[in-house]
């Protein structure tokens, strides 16, 4: 529903989408060790914290 912005039917469009797409986040695994895997990444992610 987040990407959909409240609107139902743009939900059902994007759902099948979601399910054809998450084999991609499989390759993350099998390119973990390669030399140019961060080039080939389905998705990154950044830890930040909050200076005190």
Known sequence: MLLSFGSR????AILP????LSPLKL????LVHR?????????FVIEVR???
């Open 27 to 30: 390759l993350d695994l099998l």
């Open 9 to 12: 039917r743009l939900y059902r």
């Open 35 to 43: 030399p140019m895997a961060s080039a080939a990444a389905s998705g």
């Open 50 to 52: 909050k200076a005190a």
């Open 17 to 20: 989408l979601t399910w054809v």
